[in-house]
């Protein structure tokens, strides 16, 4: 894959995670109008998070990306890639299943590791209700997970990014049936989680087999690939349960403030739009394109194609941070003000999108700089940087809290995605000229950063300017659209005078495959 061609399948990628998160966020805007951020909403949204968690712990974050090389390679190579996929989903299977069952019955004691400032009140039988008919979720999408690397792996990114748009489609459907229907709306969103994982495992099944890659579960086999599956596997499941770790610190200091689990969860949606369309999407692509670069001892080209998705991360991710600090109230004040939502939930939903905003460059980099090492099979580099981080992470959260209150969760986030940047990026500097900035990315960065820098006046010399706007019902969708699209041609302009980007660079990587 040339870069050029890297580029374009981050788009492509990208493309569908925009319109999966913007199906998302038209979700959690039906939520919060529906729920607001009361009881019903937190218990759902704590109860939600544990399969999404442990899916992150056991396929996405570790498995997967082990996986992903491993089977990369054997395509590459000639090998039997048909039985090993078939062997992985067998044993994947099998563990899930069994873990699926003990979680379920474990529900009382995950809800409270999870939020114990639910203990005692409302909320915490509303997340053990709503987790029980959740969980089995886990199962499901893992096994998604692990068939979208295979499709991935084929550069068939289309079938596999549309797996979250399905799922944020069903849940605005079913919201939307509850409301008519008269339905529990918080029992009706608990039901349709295991009812998508079924309907994303169902299409991704019949993606793959249309590949030519028809796996079913079996008894799991004990094979030598197998076994050094796990041994890749087994650091970065750790380092999984780390960054699980970090999220569950932040959960449990948010708990004891009524409120504060749904103000994280609103503007975890708003920071996770830019991360999802660019980091995200840039690490799918890199990580199978870095493996086989790998395996034809293709330094130069693998150079290339870190480069240049670093290039275009940077530039879409670091003005994006920017708007999120800079008009973070206009934008949770205008999104999310209708129906249950109060003043109050505004400005605490806007001071923690604020505080994530500062740290979307580094959430994003963690996506480009990680499958530097996975792509060489090193999950143990990883692990022990995520453990460095988890201890930035716990110390600042919990000794902030009494002082700050909730948004030390957020800002222990942010702050510990950065010292894990900043020690991916140092460990890469020991993997020679492939993981090194050439002569064009130094040259453009700091233009980069100067185009984002003036693109975050001009924003906030516009914020002032339409400030009664902003707050008149029937102008305020206006006056924010016009808002955001001034800090797009601010950006724009400055970014091509400035020469940190060119027009012909999207172009061509819009025209050629």
């Known amino acids: ?34 729920l607001g951020s009361g009881p019903v909403a937190e218990a759902f949204f704590v109860a939600f998070s544990l399969p999404n968690m442990f899916r992150r712990f056991f396929a996405e974050g570790a498995f997967n990306m082990a996986f992903v090389p491993m ?51 409302e909320r915490f039988t509303l997340a053990v209700l709503f987790g029980r008919i959740s969980f089995s979720y886990i199962l499901f999408i893992s096994l998604v997970a692990l068939l979208s690397g295979v499709l991935n792996t084929f550069g068939r990114f289309t079938e596999a990014s549309f797996v979250p748009v399905l799922m944020n489609l069903m849940f605005i459907g079913s919201m939307l049936i509850a409301d008519r229907q008269g339905w529990d709306m918080g029992l009706t969103l608990a039901w349709t989680v295991p009812v998508t994982g079924i309907a994303q495992l169902a299409f991704t099944w019949f993606a793959a087999r249309r590949l030519g890659f028809t796996l079913w579960p079996g008894l799991p086999r004990w094979t030598p690939d197998l076994k050094r599956l796990l041994i890749i596997a087994g650091p970065a499941v750790l380092a999984g349960g ?14 004891y403030t009524e409120g504060a689990v749904a103000w994280l969860n609103y503007a975890d949606r708003l920071y996770q739009l830019p991360l999802g369309v660019v980091g995200i999407a840039i690490g799918t692509v890199l990580l199978p394109d870095l493996s086989r670069r790998l395996r034809a001892g293709d330094a130069e080209g693998g150079r290339a194609s870190f480069n240049r998705g670093t290039e275009f991360a940077l530039a879409l991710t670091l003005p994006a941070a920017v708007a999120l600090v800079v008009i973070a109230v206009p934008l949770v004040a205008v999104l999310y003000g209708r129906g249950s939502w109060q003043p109050q939930d505004t400005t605490a939903t806007a001071l923690a999108l604020a505080v994530y905003g500062a740290g979307l460059p580094a959430f994003v980099m963690h996506k480009v700089l990680q499958p530097l090492f996975y792509a060489r099979e090193d999950t143990r580099s990883p692990f022990h940087y995520a453990v460095v981080s988890m201890v930035v992470n716990a110390g600042l959260a919990v000794g902030l809290a009494p002082v700050i209150g909730y948004i030390a969760a957020a800002l ?45 006046a001009v924003l906030w010399g516009a914020t002032l300017g339409l400030t009664p706007m902003l707050h008149t019902p029937g102008l305020r969708y206006g006056a924010l659209a016009l808002l ?9 302009l400055c970014g091509i005078v400035l020469g940190a980007f060119r027009p012909s660079d999207f172009k061509t990587a819009l025209r050629r495959g």
């Open 71 to 121: 089977f990369a390679k054997k395509l590459e190579g000639g090998e039997d890639a048909q039985r090993f996929a078939r062997d992985a989903f067998s044993g994947l299977a099998g563990v899930l299943v069994l873990f699926s069952i003990l979680g379920t019955l474990a529900m009382p004691w995950l809800v409270w590791a999870m939020a114990s400032g639910f203990a005692g009140d």
């Open 242 to 255: 780390v960054v699980q770790i970090n999220l569950l610190v932040g959960r449990q200091v948010a708990s």
């Open 412 to 456: 222990a986030t942010t702050l510990s995605a950065w010292a894990m940047v900043w020690q991916l990026w140092r460990g890469s500097r020991k993997m020679g000229d492939a993981a090194q900035f050439d002569p064009r990315m130094r040259q453009r960065l700091p233009r980069i950063i100067a185009a984002s820098a003036a693109m975050g």
């Open 484 to 492: 955001v699209v001034t800090g797009m041609a601010a950006y724009g």
């Open 1 to 34: 894959m040339t870069p050029i061609r890297l580029i374009r399948s981050v788009m492509v990628v990208g493309g569908w995670t925009l319109l999966s998160r913007g199906a998302g966020f038209v979700r959690d805007v039906m939520m919060a109008a529906y």
